[in-house]
């Protein structure tokens, strides 16, 4: 079964920092782009980052540009989302998920999405 379990989340206060993780398993892992989405209370699910180490790319959505950092591990199928200068705004709940072309822009299926991980920043 495929399982991505998104784990790190908490409370911060603005200008902290958090690094989530997401572990992956039951799928190929170098064949996957592995991505971060965000949910804010009222709002509709927003792309923040991927990365597909196995072709060297990696994308950033303008709002979190210079501030996120997102690695892999392919020893441990496991991507982190380092996150420093959190503001307010990035308050949401993270959801990680998998799709072998997300980074190009394709959204993944239902059973390729991990359970969320909220992230609060005060300010």
């Known amino acids: 079964d495929v399982q991505l379990q998104a784990s790190g989340g908490g409370l911060v206060q603005a200008g902290g920092s958090l690094r989530l993780s997401c572990a992956a398993s039951?799928?190929?892992?170098?064949?996957?782009?592995i991505g971060w989405f965000r949910q804010a209370p009222g709002k509709g699910r927003e792309g923040v980052s991927c990365i597909k180490s196995s072709d060297g790319i990696t994308y950033y959505a303008d709002p979190v540009k210079g501030r996120f950092t997102i690695s892999s591990d392919n020893a441990k199928n496991t991507v982190y989302l380092k996150m420093n200068s959190l503001k307010p705004e990035d308050t949401a709940v993270y959801y990680c998920a998998a799709d072998t072309r997300l980074c190009l822009g394709s959204y993944p299926r239902d059973d390729y999405w991990g359970q969320g991980t909220q992230v609060t920043v005060s300010s």
């Open positions: 039951g799928f190929t892992f170098d064949d996957y782009a």
